[in-house]
């Protein structure tokens, strides 16, 4: 994941906390700037809009949800089921820890699809596709096409955090999904 300096980590720390108490449209590069106690014009140096300030916060967790489904994949030893409900569980925590989840996942769609965007998405979608690969080699799972099915995969899982029903607890949305996916690829 991309190093990021303290001033350039307390902007993004700062803005995220801001889009997510406010819409999008509220916010001020001025507010993030007192906020995160830098200049007007040092933001800039970072960011060159308040596009570019919202793109990068968004990059960052999402940086960091795929550093830990990597991390959590590299400690191996675990069958392919139990990575599958491991990735599962990190998709679903991230999703429902972030407290602006709502306010940042409404504005993803917008996003920029830069090389970066790219890469990083194919990271996590290579994650996935691994694990179904080595279901597959271990007579565990059954798929016709993992590269397709590892985006079904993360893409039910957001949608399902960020379209969870009114009072749906985080365990009870994962055990669902751990269960659907894992009837959905048994051999």
Request: net charge neutral; proline share 3%; charged share 30%.
């Amino acid at each position: 994941m991309k190093e990021y300096g303290d001033k350039e980590q307390r902007i993004l720390d700062t803005a995220a906390d801001l889009f997510a108490r406010q819409p999008f449209h509220k916010v001020l590069l001025s507010d993030v700037a007192r906020v995160a106690s830098v200049g007007k014009g040092t933001l800039y140096l970072y960011f060159k809009s308040k596009e570019d300030l919202y793109f990068a916060v968004l990059f960052r967790e999402f940086s960091i949800l795929v550093d830990r489904m990597r991390d959590y994949l590299d400690t191996g030893g675990h069958p392919p089921a139990e990575q599958m409900n491991g990735v599962v569980r990190i998709l679903a925590d991230h999703l429902f820890a972030k407290a602006y989840k709502a306010e940042l996942l409404s504005f993803v769609v917008g996003c920029p699809i830069t090389e970066e965007w790219r890469a990083k998405r194919r990271e996590m979608w290579d994650l996935m596709e691994g694990i179904i690969r080595r279901g597959l080699d271990q007579g565990v799972f059954r798929d016709e096409d993992p590269k397709l099915t590892a985006r079904f995969v993360t893409g039910l899982v957001r949608s399902a955090c960020l379209f969870a029903p009114a009072g749906m607890d985080e365990e009870t949305l994962c055990l669902h999904a751990q269960r659907f996916i894992l009837r959905g690829l048994e051999a």
